[in-house]
Each structure stands twice: as C-alpha cells, then as structure tokens.
C-alpha cells in the first residue's frame, strides 16, 4: 500500500500515536507523518504510508494555516492551557479591534521566535521538555519564521474574568510555533497570554474537508475500498513541473543515469520524472546535466 492519507487528528492524541494506530489498521510499519501535531491540538496531519514515506519532507516544506483561541490576562508554563499559570494580569479595559488588528500586522512577515521549554526541539542533544519537566532551563536558539496571514476573527471581553479573547487564524510556514506567536502578541499588548485550543486547518496541501478519521480508516480497510483514499505520491510534488518519460530514457533512469537537458526540452531547476503515468524520481539540474534527487520507484 502506497499513498498519502490527510488524516484528522484528534486532540488527546500525539502524532505517534496516530502512527502507532494506523500500523495497527493498515498492518504495515512503513508510515511517517508530516509536522507534528501537540497532543491539545486538533487537524490535519499528513500521513505518508509505504514508498509514499520518500516524499514527507515535500509536505513538511508546504505552509500551514490553523484557527485558534487567545486567552489575554495569564500566562502559562506551556503557552497553552495544558501548563500550570504562572502569571496573572486582569484585563480591566477592553482591548480594543483596532488594537488587536494593528499588533497582528506588526508581527506578519519574517519573526524570530524563541521555542518555549514545553517544545521537542533539541539543546545539547536533550529536548527541551525534558529540561522543562526536571525543573532545569537552558538558552534556547532563536528560529526564523514566516507568518504570511494573521487575523482576527473575533474579539471579545470578558468582564466577569477580566481577560480578553482573541480567537484568530494564521498562514505560516513550517515550524512556527503558534502557541509562542500569540503569546507574544499579548506581549506586545502589555499583558500576559496563552493559547487555549487550536485547529490545523491546512497542511501538505491538504485541507480539513479532505481528512478522514482513524475510524474511517479503519472502516475502508474493513470495506477494502482504503486504495481510493489514498492520494498519489506525486501530490506532494505538486509544485514541480513533470516531464513524462521515453522507454530510452526511463531505461536509463532504472540504473541512476543523467540525463541531457536538451533531451528533456526543460530548464527547470527540478523536475519529477513519470513513466506511465506514474512518478518514479525527482531530477535536478546541474552544469552536466539532469542528475537525481531521489528515486521513488524503479519498477
């Protein structure tokens, strides 16, 4: 079984969890995910099954957007609402639209963001979680990101609880951490901050209308008809152009061969390659010619 899997991820459940259930369904170990998902947040997770496992870092390098919910006036360990409050400052003024619209826009383009400790990214070897969860801290890499879209989609004050709530959407690339992003928007309002829930709406160029559940999958294995709802693996390769290959040429492709850029009429700086109206291998141009990038399949 070969293909590409939009799957809806469930909140309580990590991405390795996911991975673990679907080998279980699918009775195969050859499955990888792209991007993963924090157990509190739910979406669209890309789950790449057997040879379609060569393309997860084309789906990883796609854009994400995601809808979610800013709680203004606490802060947490975690930036979200899974962590201890370590902060509290009540809102006793509404914030205003404008406000909010205005401090969104100062953070769209290229940021730099500091991971929070709660975060799987790696300091001397170790994840910063397991720092966070023995007590210890340690400085942590700044990491580029770029935010093309951040909105507003409501706004609301909460007199009772004197707190704000900022519910939003954002288009970013990979490896913006959301929960840090709007966490530094209350900042930058004055007020401490956290995330209380978000959704994946896109990711690997799939949207939430196209994700099936775990049960679903499990129901499609138990019809057999799972084989069409998996996607191809040339749609993470969307974006490069395709050139369908001669018997000659793909001959010459089985065994790792280059080929001329005259022969394949193209100035592309990479291309994916098809025989029979299936993608075998992703070239790329060099001053010799088209070379390989990676093989899919040479049958």
């Not at 003024?93 to 619209?101: L, N, Q, T, Y």
């Not at 065994?255 to 291309?271: F, I, N, V």
Request: charged fraction near 25%; charge should be neutral.
């Amino acid at each position: 079984m070969d293909g590409i899997i939009p799957l809806y991820k469930e909140r309580g459940m990590t991405s390795f969890d996911c991975v673990s259930r679907l080998r279980r369904i699918l009775q195969t170990k050859k499955i990888g995910h792209s991007g993963t998902l924090d157990p509190s947040v739910d979406g669209v997770l890309p789950v790449c099954v057997g040879n379609a496992t060569k393309v997860v870092e084309y789906l990883m390098h796609s854009g994400k957007e995601y809808q979610g919910e800013l709680v203004i006036g606490k802060a947490t360990t975690t930036e979200d609402f899974d962590g201890e409050v370590i902060e509290i400052k009540p809102v006793k003024v509404a914030i205003s639209d404008e406000r909010v619209k205005e401090a969104m826009k100062d953070m769209t383009g290229e940021i730099t963001q500091i991971p929070p400790m709660y975060s799987a990214v790696k300091v001397n070897g170790k994840r910063l979680y397991e720092y966070a969860r023995a007590g210890e801290t340690v400085e942590r890499p700044q990491r580029k990101a770029t935010i093309s879209e951040f909105i507003m989609c409501r706004n609301e004050y909460d007199p009772v609880n004197q707190e704000q709530h900022v519910f939003f959407k954002v288009k970013c690339s990979k490896g913006t951490y959301v929960r840090t992003l709007v966490a530094d928007l209350a900042r930058s309002l004055g007020y401490p901050g956290a995330m209380k829930w978000l959704t994946r709406l896109e990711s690997g160029g799939f949207t939430l209308a196209q994700t099936m559940s775990l049960s679903d999958v499990q129901d499609a294995m138990a019809h057999q008809t799972m084989a069409r709802h998996l996607y191809p693996i040339d749609y993470a390769l969307k974006e490069f152009p395709a050139v369908d290959l001669t018997t000659s040429q793909w001959h010459a492709v089985q065994h790792g061969g280059w080929l001329k850029q005259d022969e394949l009429q193209t100035s592309a700086q990479e291309l994916v390659l098809r025989y029979n109206d299936s993608v075998k291998a992703l070239y790329h141009l060099t001053e010799q010619g088209y070379k390989p990038t990676k093989m899919f399949s040479v049958k």
